[in-house]
């Protein structure tokens, strides 16, 4: 195996670990039998569990946009419908696992209860990471949205419904929990749009262009 390979599978398989597990409950020696790489291999790499902890942060990091956030929105034109398109990516998975499923970075955010510095830093780049996703949608939608609205705190109540919905679904072992959070946010984005200025003029649009469409008679 090339060097590069080795950290990488070690990584990968801590990863998995760490998601399947938790972090505290994972050992060096639960990576190193599920990797199939000698303890000396890995101390190469990563001088101790934590350094291996912020080396799976930075990978959520790299990927979290092109294979968590980007493709459940791909094939939706609206902007809106593609955060739920994200929110449904999450259900599949609760539905998959029996709701055994947990946000990978809400659930190392709630077991590290005081963790170092650099592994703080890279969980808040990585919720930044999914906020700045949202936050996107919302900025192409921003004319439907009322212009007193702050669309980043918008973004990051969004993750909070996701990691809300999500605890509770895990804790009740019941995906309607899930759907309950999300169903409320569809609606509560519902009304913004509803109230924004650009939807209040189209009902005043309609009877004049109707009526100028109406053949003479």
């Not at 700045?132 to 212009?147: C, E, G, H, S, Y």
Request: hydrophobic content about 40%; charged content about 30%.
């Amino acid at each position: 195996m090339e060097p590069r390979n080795t950290r990488t599978r070690l990584v990968r398989t801590a990863m998995l670990l760490f998601w399947e597990r938790g972090y505290h409950s994972t050992s060096i020696a639960d990576v190193l039998q599920k990797a199939k790489v000698n303890s000396g291999s890995l101390y190469h790499f990563f001088p101790g569990k934590s350094d291996l902890l912020t080396a799976v942060l930075d990978l959520y990091h790299d990927g979290i946009r092109q294979m968590l956030l980007e493709p459940p929105s791909a094939g939706l034109a609206d902007p809106i419908q593609k955060i739920f398109g994200v929110l449904g990516r999450y259900r599949r998975s609760l539905v998959e696992t029996d709701c055994f499923y947990g946000s990978p970075m809400g659930s190392l955010a709630l077991e590290l209860r005081d963790p170092e510095e650099s592994v703080r830093v890279r969980l808040a780049k990585n919720f930044d990471a999914w906020i700045d996703v949202i936050d996107d949608f919302l900025q192409r939608a921003k004319r439907r949205i009322p212009a007193e609205v702050n669309r980043r705190e918008l973004a990051q109540f969004v993750l909070t419904v996701m990691e809300g919905g999500v605890m509770q679904a895990r804790t009740f072992r019941d995906v309607a929990y899930f759907d309950a959070a999300v169903r409320q946010l569809r609606h509560y984005l519902g009304r913004l749009v509803r109230q924004s200025p650009a939807r209040r003029k189209l009902p005043a649009r309609m009877p004049r262009r109707i009526a100028r469409r109406r053949p003479k008679s």
